[in-house]
């Protein structure tokens, strides 16, 4: 099977991509031997959901694994490929968010390899269980563009409950994520594309009744049991503790939850002076300060608060903003759920799984003509 990997953390790093040279060594070596295609965010693009740069041009660079004993995810990049006779491997780094990674592999970097399979988002540098994590993760952004470039596909998070990152307990959680997918993948059940995707549904059901192909085993959810729908990506949380292969893996949906009220995601920094302001911007203030000439400055801004009251009108403060989210808002909305949500599993140190559609589906019951 050809799979296509990104993920949102960046290229190999203790620090921030600690799992994804691990995996990839996983998928190709027995029992699975996959061809695989990496094609990663030259940064780290955490929090970024399935956003594109928009008028962006896109720049590769090249990654290539050279791991050691003492350091599995060494490696060089270099602003060249290796020529068509090489047989190192190389991934490509792209200047951009997952989703984008997403649209260059599946039709632009890997071409030649033929058409690939599935794409597998991950293995994510922590959980993404409930909708405040997975709404925004960048490693469910990967996963929904390829949905919606009608391949299916796996977002993988690896769950860590401390940062003492054992190897060993990696390669387990490695190990697990992969005969998970293999399993997703074998059990079929796989939504095809509909009206507006690249094959027909009738196509899908030609290729299926062949051997293999991107589509088998999904017409008619074969595989997915009475009742149960077509699936077009999986969420899965793998939490990275001792022995998760023994442990259960267990079909979930995703807890609804929001941020508390007067919880905001970000912190107010104060701005010092040198660092905010240049010599062309003082000067600005300094000319919109006087009035006719003269020498009295308008007031500036009041020390504290977020506005400052000056003839009745409120006025703007300036300040910097630094991302800094309560995630005890969504470990608590965790402990009060009921069981058998994703966060709740994942809790309980077992693998979730959550079948998704890649759309916002309507709340039913609204029908007619809204009256005004």
């Not at 793998?238 to 079909?251: E, K, M, N």
Request: proline fraction near 8%; glycine fraction near 10%.
């Amino acid at each position: 099977m050809h799979i296509l990997v990104t993920n949102d953390d960046g290229p190999p790093s203790a620090q921030s991509s600690p799992y994804i040279s691990t995996f990839v060594r996983t998928l190709r070596a027995p029992p699975y031997n996959h061809t695989v295609s990496v094609i990663l965010p030259h940064t780290q693009r955490s929090w970024i959901g399935k956003a594109h740069l928009v008028g962006h041009t896109l720049r590769p660079t090249y990654f290539r694994p050279r791991p050691t004993a003492s350091d599995p995810n060494a490696g060089i990049v270099t602003s060249r490929p290796l020529p068509p006779r090489s047989q190192e491997e190389e991934w490509v780094l792209l200047d951009s968010t997952p989703a984008s990674c997403v649209q260059v592999g599946l039709h632009h970097a890997f071409r030649a390899r033929g058409l690939v399979d599935l794409v597998v988002s991950g293995p994510n540098y922590g959980r993404n269980t409930t909708a405040l994590f997975a709404l925004s993760s960048g490693t469910l952004g990967g996963a929904l563009e390829a949905a919606c470039a009608a391949v299916p596909a796996v977002a993988l998070s690896f769950a860590f409950f401390d940062r003492n990152h054992d190897a060993a307990i990696i390669a387990q959680a490695c190990a697990h994520g992969a005969r998970v997918v293999d399993a997703l993948w074998r059990r079929g059940g796989w939504a095809a594309p509909g009206p507006l995707g690249s094959v027909s549904r009738a196509e899908a059901e030609a290729e299926a009744a062949g051997e293999g192909g991107r589509w088998a085993g999904a017409r008619a959810g074969a595989g997915a049991g009475a009742g149960v729908g077509a699936v077009q990506l999986y969420s899965v949380n793998v939490p990275l503790v001792d022995g998760v292969g023994q442990r259960r893996t267990l079909w979930t949906s995703v807890l609804a939850n929001t941020w508390k009220p007067a919880s905001s995601c970000f912190q107010e920094i104060e701005v010092p002076a040198e660092e905010d302001e240049d010599a062309e911007e003082g000067e600005h203030e300094i000319r919109e300060g006087t009035d006719g000439g003269s020498s009295e400055m308008v007031p500036g801004p009041a020390p504290q608060g977020d506005v400052e009251e000056a003839k009745g009108r409120p006025r703007l403060m300036h300040k910097h903003y630094k991302w800094a989210p309560k995630f005890a808002d969504v470990y608590e909305s965790v402990e009060k759920s009921e069981p058998g949500n994703d966060g709740w599993v994942v809790k309980e140190r077992c693998t979730s799984v959550t079948p998704l559609m890649a759309n916002f589906m309507h709340v039913p019951g609204f029908e007619g003509e809204l009256e005004l």
